[in-house]
C-alpha cells in the first residue's frame, strides 16, 4: 500500500508561488501520481497528474524525479481563492481506489 | 455536460436506522467510487462499481452496500447506522480507465448526521 507524506499546513501571500513537496517511498511501477483540491463542504477536484519528469497544465506543474519518491506540486501566483486542502494521492493496486492523506492545508492571505 | 450530482444534501438519521444515498455519474462515465469523509480527515475509500458489480472494497463492514445501475448511477446504503458513521460521504464517476490512472469527477456529497 503507497503511503504519501506531505506537510500539515502552509501559509503564503496572494500572488506568491507555492510549492507543495509529497513523499511516497513506496509507490508501484505503474501508479501515477495525482493531485487533488478540496474546499469546505465540497467534494475534492482534479487539479493534475503526472508518471514522471514534469507535467504543467493552466493551473499548476507537477515535478516528479526520476526515483518517483517524491513529487511537487507547484501553484503559480495564487490567489486568495487557492486557499484549500490539497491531497497528494498515488495509485493503490488494479482499481482505482484513490487512498487520500490527510492533506495540506494551504492558507493564502493578502 | 452534466457533472456528478448527489442526493439528498444533508440528512439526519437516528442511531439503528438504514439510509441510502444516490449518485449519478458524469455522461460518459462507467464507474463510481464512494468515499467517507470525517471531519478534519481525508476522505476513505468505501468501494467502487464497474459495469454493475462491485470492483474493489476498502475497510468498510458489510453493513455498507451498494448499487450500480444500467445508466451507471448508484446507491450507498448503510444499515444499522452507529454514531461515527456520521460524516460526508462522496461519489465519484470516472472512465474505467488503465491500471494507475486516477482522475476521478467528485459529487458535493451528501452530509449525514446521525444522532
Known amino acids: 500500500l503507497a503511503k504519501t507524506t506531505q506537510p500539515i499546513s502552509m501559509d503564503s501571500y496572494e500572488g506568491q508561488e507555492v510549492n507543495i513537496t509529497c513523499s511516497h517511498n513506496?509507490?508501484?511501477?505503474?501508479?501515477?501520481i495525482t493531485w487533488y483540491q478540496q474546499f469546505p463542504s465540497q467534494g475534492p477536484r482534479f487539479i493534475i497528474q503526472g508518471y514522471k519528469t514534469k507535467v504543467t497544465n493552466e493551473v499548476a506543474s507537477l515535478f516528479i524525479p526520476a526515483d518517483r519518491k517524491s513529487s511537487t506540486l507547484s501553484l503559480p501566483r495564487v490567489s486568495l481563492s487557492d486557499t484549500a486542502v490539497y491531497y497528494c494521492l498515488v495509485g493503490d493496486g488494479g482499481f482505482q481506489k484513490l487512498v487520500f492523506g490527510t492533506g495540506t492545508r494551504l492558507l493564502v492571505s493578502p | 455536460e452534466t457533472g456528478v450530482t448527489q442526493s439528498p444534501t444533508h440528512l439526519i438519521k437516528t442511531r439503528g436506522q438504514q439510509v441510502t444515498l444516490r449518485c449519478s455519474s458524469q455522461?460518459?462515465?462507467?464507474?463510481v467510487s464512494w468515499y467517507q469523509q470525517a471531519l478534519g480527515q481525508g476522505p476513505q475509500f468505501i468501494f467502487q462499481?464497474?459495469?454493475?458489480?462491485?470492483?474493489g472494497r476498502g475497510n468498510f463492514p458489510p453493513r455498507f452496500s451498494g448499487l450500480q445501475f444500467p445508466n451507471y448511477s448508484s446507491e450507498l446504503n448503510v444499515n444499522a447506522l452507529e454514531l461515527d458513521d456520521s460524516a460526508l460521504y462522496l461519489c465519484?464517476?470516472?472512465?474505467?480507465?488503465?491500471?494507475?490512472?486516477?482522475?476521478?469527477?467528485f459529487g458535493p456529497g451528501t452530509r449525514l448526521t446521525v444522532l
Open positions: 462499481y464497474y459495469r454493475e458489480e462491485e470492483n
Open positions: 465519484a464517476s470516472s472512465m474505467h480507465l488503465t491500471r494507475g490512472s486516477h482522475e476521478q469527477f
Open positions: 455522461s460518459g462515465h462507467n464507474t
Open positions: 513506496n509507490i508501484a511501477t505503474n501508479d501515477y
